[in-house]
Each structure stands twice: as structure tokens, then as C-alpha cells.
């Protein structure tokens, strides 16, 4: 059973940091390109970023970019979210997701992705 768990989200002031984690079992952790979606209260999932199987290519929409830096230890079967910077729009559920048909593949999001976590709620007070 393949089983993605979030965790780090919590509540923080603006300017602040947090670090997301996402564990995977029950896969080949590697054979995926990992992404972050975030959905908001009211809107639509929103791709966040991806990198690549081996971590060697990254990409982020604009609005994060500078300011949030994905990472993975393969060993570890984790990917992170490091978020600096944030301000109140972003405030969402972040959700990881793992994609295996090109996982050399990091940029806007073309690829169905296989598995996704449950969520964890970051919320960023003004």
C-alpha cells in the first residue's frame, strides 16, 4: 500500500518559516518526480513546485519562487518544503504528490500524478 504522509504544517506570523516533510512508502521512492499542490479555502488546487527523481532539476511558479526550496534525500524516502518568507496568501493545505512517468521531469505541471498525501494545513497570520 503506497501511503504519502505530510507533516510540518502549523501556524506562523508573516516573515516566518516552516519546513514541510512528506514520506513515502510503499514505492520505489526514486522512480518518482516529487511535486507540492496547495489548495486554499475557496480555491482550486494550485501546483506549488517539483524535483526531479535524482534532485538535480527543480521548478516553482512564480509566486514562491525565491522564496520556497524543494529538496529530497532518496534515502530517506522524504521530500521537503522549505518555505521562507511567507505571507497570508499562503495559507493552504499543502499536499505532496509523486508522478512516474517521466521523473526526470521538473517544470509546469504536465504529468498525471500517481499518489497523493492527506495534506497538512499551514496557516500565515499578518
Known amino acids: 500500500q503506497v501511503q504519502l504522509i505530510e507533516s510540518g504544517g502549523g501556524l506562523v506570523q508573516a516573515g516566518g518559516s516552516l519546513r514541510l516533510s512528506c514520506v513515502a512508502s510503499?514505492?520505489?521512492?526514486?522512480?518518482?518526480?516529487l511535486s507540492w499542490f496547495r489548495q486554499a479555502p475557496g480555491k482550486e488546487r494550485e501546483f506549488v513546485g517539483v524535483?526531479?527523481?535524482?534532485?538535480?532539476?527543480?521548478y516553482y511558479i512564480d509566486s514562491v519562487k525565491g522564496r520556497f526550496t524543494i529538496s529530497r534525500d532518496n534515502a530517506k524516502n522524504t521530500v521537503y518544503l522549505q518555505m521562507n518568507s511567507l505571507i497570508p496568501e499562503d495559507t493552504a493545505v499543502y499536499f505532496c504528490?509523486?508522478?512516474?512517468?517521466?521523473?526526470?521531469?521538473?517544470?509546469?505541471?504536465?504529468?498525471?500524478?500517481?499518489?497523493w498525501g492527506q495534506g497538512t494545513q499551514v496557516t500565515v497570520s499578518s
Open positions: 510503499g514505492l520505489t521512492f526514486s522512480r518518482y518526480a
Open positions: 524535483i526531479s527523481w535524482n534532485g538535480d532539476r527543480t
Open positions: 504528490a509523486g508522478q512516474v512517468r517521466n521523473p526526470n521531469y521538473a517544470g509546469p505541471p504536465k504529468y498525471a500524478h500517481d499518489y
